[in-house]
């Protein structure tokens, strides 16, 4: 039986090749690069769109078509796509976050490694209040309080909780004040006044911003309806004032100590006029009863009032429970705290401020 020339020459490759156990053969194919490109495309998970847009970014040369990265897609369309950081985007893994890439190109540019970058992301990126400018503080702060919920991480840190007590300190600016953040971290000018306080029951040494003046009458009469007198022992509290209470306290207890319980000189929110110390006139112990604080816990809210040092939040208030301090926010903010049951930095934080 007579074989055809193409079966002969495959018989005979077979033959020539079997002792050794490997079976292959090549062609000439002038097409051989056009072909192997053909193949990358086929592969990939881009697009034709993509790869086009890959192509117009010169930057075919600087990835693996053939791992296709979500991210690297994502960036390529964005208007904050930067070639500098291809090799981030391809790494990085993918969130869907509007900012992703301006995060990405914030944290390479700092110089971030890759699997920092998706350690912040993995852990911290979902939260409303995630800030791209605290973010390596996020992760370094994690590893020294691995007791913390990531939130909780987030939370702190933009509250500046992972620096010592009036470090890099702020000023705070507002329009009214009402929702302002005075702590350790944040102050206002010494030289600040509320232009528009009033006298609480027509006693010109106690003074509140009138909104909050108004409230404090309401919630008065509110306590007294139900057996309860409070009198305000102090309200409104300029810087001046309120050094001279710090002076003598350090003067009594020092400076360690007085920080726990009284705030520096513009660092106090007194002197926005927002706040009121109360007193149990009937009560000799303390300033107030557990049983008057019980009911200021369940009731204060209702008139826009929060308690502002709560128990149990000392590292986070930055000082120690005082169950008399009472800040106006308003009757639907403070019932949102009171509900959530958080301290006004952690409220401020979350809803208030403003971040990147």
């Not at 033959?15 to 002038?30: A, H, I």
């Not at 939260?127 to 994690?142: G, H, P, T, V, W």
């Given at each position: 039986?007579?074989?055809?020339?193409?079966?002969?020459?495959?018989?005979?490759?077979?033959?020539?090749?079997?002792?050794?156990?490997?079976?292959?053969?090549?062609?000439?194919?002038?097409?051989?690069?056009?072909?192997?490109?053909?193949?990358?495309?086929?592969?990939?998970?881009?697009?034709?769109?993509?790869?086009?847009?890959i192509e117009k970014l010169?930057?075919?040369?600087?990835?693996?078509l053939n791992k296709y990265?979500?991210?690297?897609?994502?960036?390529?369309?964005?208007?904050?796509?930067?070639?500098?950081?291809?090799?981030?985007?391809?790494?990085?893994?993918?969130?869907?976050?509007?900012?992703?890439?301006?995060?990405?190109?914030?944290?390479?540019?700092?110089?971030?490694?890759?699997?920092?970058?998706?350690?912040?992301?993995?852990?911290?990126?979902?939260?409303?209040?995630?800030?791209?400018?605290?973010?390596?503080?996020?992760?370094?702060?994690?590893?020294?309080?691995?007791?913390?919920?990531?939130?909780?991480?987030?939370?702190?840190?933009?509250?500046?909780?992972?620096?010592?007590?009036?470090?890099?300190?702020?000023?705070?600016?507002?329009?009214?004040?009402?929702?302002?953040?005075?702590?350790?971290?944040?102050?206002?000018?010494?030289?600040?006044?509320?232009?528009?306080?009033?006298?609480?029951?027509?006693?010109?040494?106690?003074?509140?911003?009138?909104?909050?003046?108004?409230?404090?009458?309401?919630?008065?009469?509110?306590?007294?309806?139900?057996?309860?007198?409070?009198?305000?022992?102090?309200?409104?509290?300029?810087?001046?004032?309120?050094?001279?209470?710090?002076?003598?306290?350090?003067?009594?207890?020092?400076?360690?100590?007085?920080?726990?319980?009284?705030?520096?000189?513009?660092?106090?929110?007194?002197?926005?006029?927002?706040?009121?110390?109360?007193?149990?006139?009937?009560?000799?112990?303390?300033?107030?009863?557990?049983?008057?604080?019980?009911?200021?816990?369940?009731?204060?809210?209702?008139?826009?009032?929060?308690?502002?040092?709560?128990?149990?939040?000392?590292?986070?208030?930055?000082?120690?429970?005082?169950?008399?301090?009472?800040?106006?926010?308003?009757?639907?903010?403070?019932?949102?705290?009171?509900?959530?049951?958080?301290?006004?930095?952690?409220?401020?934080?979350?809803?208030?401020?403003?971040?990147?």
């Amino acid at each position: 039986m007579k074989l055809k020339k193409k079966n002969l020459l495959i018989i005979t490759i077979i033959l020539g090749l079997s002792s050794t156990g490997v079976f292959y053969f090549t062609t000439k194919d002038n097409n051989t690069a056009d072909n192997n490109k053909k193949i990358t495309e086929k592969k990939s998970s881009y697009t034709k769109e993509s790869i086009k847009q890959i192509e117009k970014l010169n930057i075919k040369d600087k990835i693996d078509l053939n791992k296709y990265s979500k991210t690297l897609d994502k960036a390529i369309f964005s208007e904050d796509f930067d070639r500098d950081y291809v090799t981030y985007y391809e790494g990085a893994k993918y969130y869907d976050n509007k900012n992703l890439i301006k995060y990405i190109n914030k944290l390479a540019k700092d110089g971030t490694a890759i699997n920092e970058i998706n350690e912040i992301f993995d852990k911290f990126i979902e939260f409303s209040n995630f800030d791209i400018n605290n973010a390596k503080r996020y992760l370094s702060y994690s590893f020294k309080n691995s007791s913390y919920k990531n939130q909780d991480i987030v939370t702190r840190v933009n509250l500046s909780l992972d620096k010592p007590y009036y470090t890099d300190t702020k000023k705070v600016e507002d329009d009214s004040y009402i929702y302002a953040l005075v702590n350790k971290y944040n102050y206002v000018s010494t030289s600040y006044v509320p232009s528009n306080l009033k006298p609480l029951f027509n006693i010109s040494s106690l003074k509140m911003v009138d909104v909050a003046a108004d409230a404090y009458k309401e919630f008065v009469e509110g306590a007294k309806k139900d057996g309860i007198t409070f009198i305000g022992t102090t309200a409104y509290r300029s810087a001046a004032w309120q050094k001279q209470l710090y002076d003598s306290y350090v003067n009594k207890d020092g400076v360690e100590k007085a920080d726990t319980y009284s705030a520096r000189p513009g660092y106090s929110e007194h002197q926005l006029g927002y706040s009121v110390d109360l007193n149990d006139p009937n009560y000799k112990e303390k300033r107030i009863s557990p049983s008057d604080y019980e009911w200021i816990k369940n009731n204060a809210y209702k008139y826009g009032f929060i308690i502002r040092f709560p128990g149990g939040k000392e590292d986070i208030t930055g000082y120690q429970e005082e169950n008399w301090h009472l800040r106006y926010v308003g009757k639907d903010v403070a019932k949102e705290i009171h509900d959530l049951n958080i301290t006004f930095d952690e409220y401020y934080d979350l809803y208030i401020a403003k971040h990147n």
